[in-house]
T-cell receptor
Framework: DSGVTQTPKHLITATGQRVTLRCSPRSGDLSVYWYQQSLDQGLQFLIQYYNGEERAKGNILERFSAQQFPDLHSELNLSSLELGDSALYFC??????????????FGPGTRLTVL | EDKVVQSPLSLVVHEGDTVTLNCSYEVTNFRSLLWYKQEKKAPTFLFMLTSSGIEKKSGRLSSILDKKELFSILNITATQTGDSAVYLCAVFGNEKLTFGTGTRLTIIP
């Protein structure tokens, strides 16, 4: 158990809908990262927040957005969902600002299925 | 575009064998390389490498980075069935982390 929690565990929804995935980092960790893992594309970095502010951006679609709240939990919002958005979405946390020099602790993931 | 290539894609060995997993990369502004083990769910961190030629070791696992030739290897000695997993290599550069597609390792008892 990494100490990172994600809810929900599974989510099934229809195309065109909007969903919110939630992540609570390990106690004391200030950075939160979001990743998407699909069968055909492997693990893709989406976005990082540090202490409430966006720190780094990866391959995140414009239909997706994220934020980190004052209590450091983070939410990833996915809108206008398409079939191709079906994937496992991971959240990870680390203590510090830079993503290169710190190991990241991954949550158990949220499996999103878009029908 | 940043690229991380892992080989082999899949490896099946008998318990007790030693395996070597490879990771090569093309990343501008390289900062670090990380190895993760992914079993059924979330990846778990194994190593982070930033300097060439310095071996990192944890039990039966070890890893080394060659920044001149742009690759890293992950060695596992005396493999056990619990080592069966997908091993992911990731490289940080250009302010983002790029993952390879992984090597699926299967250990046969």
């Amino acid at each position: 158990d990494s100490g990172v929690t994600q809810t929900p565990k599974h989510l099934i929804t229809a195309t065109g809908q909007r969903v919110t995935l939630r992540c609570s980092p390990r106690s004391g960790d200030l950075s939160v990262y979001w990743y998407q893992q699909s069968l055909d594309q492997g693990l893709q970095f989406l976005i990082q927040y540090y202490n409430g502010e966006e720190r780094a951006k990866g391959n995140i679609l414009e239909r997706f957005s994220a934020q980190q709240f004052p209590d450091l939990h983070s939410e990833l919002n996915l809108s206008s969902l398409e079939l191709g958005d079906s994937a496992l979405y991971f959240c990870a946390s680390s203590p510090n600002r830079g993503i290169s020099y710190n190991e990241q602790f991954f949550g158990p993931g949220t499996r999103l299925t878009v029908l | 575009e940043d690229k991380v290539v892992q080989s082999p894609l899949s490896l099946v060995v008998h318990e007790g064998d030693t395996v070597t997993l490879n990771c090569s990369y093309e990343v501008t502004n390289f900062r670090s390389l990380l190895w993760y083990k992914q079993e059924k769910k979330a990846p778990t961190f194994l190593f982070m490498l930033t300097s060439s030629g310095i071996e990192k070791k944890s039990g039966r696992l070890s890893s080394i980075l060659d920044k001149k030739e742009l690759f890293s290897i992950l060695n596992i000695t005396a493999t056990q069935t619990g080592d069966s997993a997908v091993y992911l290599c990731a490289v940080f550069g250009n302010e983002k982390l790029t993952f390879g597609t992984g090597t699926r390792l299967t250990i046969i008892p």
